[in-house]
Nanobody, 119 residues
């Protein structure tokens, strides 16, 4: 299984960005998909999760109401729509996949995509 993120970039505070993660080599519809992020000098943190059929939604408090996770099983793709972006959202964003809802560790990770929010 491979995960490849895309769509990162530079955006001004208050702006929007949508990042994507495409899975290959696996049955996408059988995986819970999760977005994490890691800012410079900080630990990686959970951002959002989505279940097989778009259920089991969960968001970090820091992004609730601003970010929306979604998936397209026909395209093997999970998205993260990020609105009302803040400079503190600047990080490398990673997608991860696992067949379990709450795994000890995620089976598969992407390489990350950089999101930079300027003030």
């Amino acid at each position: 299984v491979q995960l490849v993120e895309s769509g990162g970039g530079l955006v001004q505070a208050g702006g929007s960005l949508r990042i994507s993660c495409v899975m290959s080599g696996g049955t996408f519809s059988r995986y819970y998909m999760v977005w994490f992020r890691q800012a410079p000098g900080k630990e990686r943190e959970f951002v959002a999760r989505i279940g097989w059929s778009g259920d089991w939604l969960l968001y970090a408090d820091s992004v609730k109401g601003r970010f929306t996770i979604s998936r397209d099983n026909a395209q093997n793709t999970v998205y993260l729509q990020m609105d009302s972006l803040k400079p503190e959202d600047t990080a490398v964003y990673y997608c991860a996949a696992d067949p379990l809802l709450t795994p000890v560790s995620y089976d598969y990770w992407g390489q990350g995509t950089q999101v930079t929010v300027s003030s």
